[in-house]
């Protein structure tokens, strides 16, 4: 007998679908080519280079992973504004998940409209007017002078430290809505599991966008 899925069902299940994939890439991606800032600006130059030699890139991003994040950003405010929160009444952890989940989310919409528009095709009034992307050669130097703002840097920290978290606990949510971590023992493993790859992720990011300030980044102080 065929089973009829709701389109609320198909709609979610896109939704955890579309988070996972476009978000985890846009994250790892950029995450690594950040990265190569850890060794010089020639180093992470040659990397954006790299990436924006990729044939069609701009049809890639377009298909591959703004649209994808188009559908998750606007599918989760409608699933904020239908939320009701009741972290008050039952103040258990994965309640309070559920809230964070919801509000990194919104900080995301925000976030990453500013940083594609920013860094992707300068076009923030007052700040960065060139594309790292069509400014390869001097896609180091732009980023850093950005950087070097304390407040476009706080912007940054923040939403890096969002970014982490809605990945890593919108991994974990899709391993138990797709039945992929069944009973209490494997969602509790997949739980702890998905809090380290975020402190990792998160490290990451962050030693990552201090290299622009600071050569080597944070750990080479300590090395």
Known sequence: MAIRLSRTFILRKLHQLSGIMPLGIFLLEHFYTNSKALTGAADFNSAVKDLQSIPYILFVEIGGIF????????????????????NLYYPYSRNWFYTIQRVTGIILFFFITFHVLNFRFGMIPGLNTLSVAHHPDQSFDIVSREFHNVWIFIVYVIG???????????????????????GERAQRLTGYACIAVGVFLLAVGINAAVAFIHPGGLLSRFM
């Open 67 to 86: 649209i994808p994040l188009i559908y998750h950003a606007v599918y989760g405010l409608v699933i904020t504004v239908e939320a009701r929160p009741n």
């Open 160 to 182: 890096i430290t969002a970014t982490v978290w809605h990945l890593a606990n919108g991994i974990w949510l899709f391993l138990v809505d797709w039945g992929i971590a069944i």
